[in-house]
Nanobody, 114 residues
């Protein structure tokens, strides 16, 4: 069972920035991919960005340019830098890993005030 611990969420004003972290309990190079998703109440969880074993990155189109995913292999951690945040970015942000099966973190709340 992979353990993922997210941190970095919080309350920020529109236009501000936050950096989310997701620390894994194992070497992240064991995983096929890691990613960030987000979910608002009453809606499906949606993709934000993923990074695969080889370092290739994929963003949902409308977030590219404001959000940046990165990783630190030595720290077994991925990050999501979020800039120019908007109220519609308010959601619970989840980290996941794919290694045959999918594991999810507990989520971290991001609230953007107008």
């Amino acid at each position: 069972q992979e353990k993922l611990v997210e941190s970095g969420g919080g309350l920020v004003q529109a236009g501000g920035s936050l950096r989310l972290s997701c620390a894994a309990s194992e070497n992240i190079l064991f995983f096929n991919s890691m990613g960030w998703y987000r979910q608002v109440p009453g809606k499906q969880r949606e993709l934000v960005a993923t990074i695969n074993l080889g370092g290739s990155i994929n963003y949902v189109d409308y977030l590219a340019g404001r959000f940046t995913i990165s990783r630190d292999v030595a720290m077994n951690t991925i990050f999501l830098q979020m800039n120019n945040l908007k109220p519609e970015d308010t959601a619970v942000y989840y980290c996941n890993v794919r290694v045959g099966v999918v594991y999810w973190g507990q989520g971290t709340q991001v609230t953007v005030s107008s």
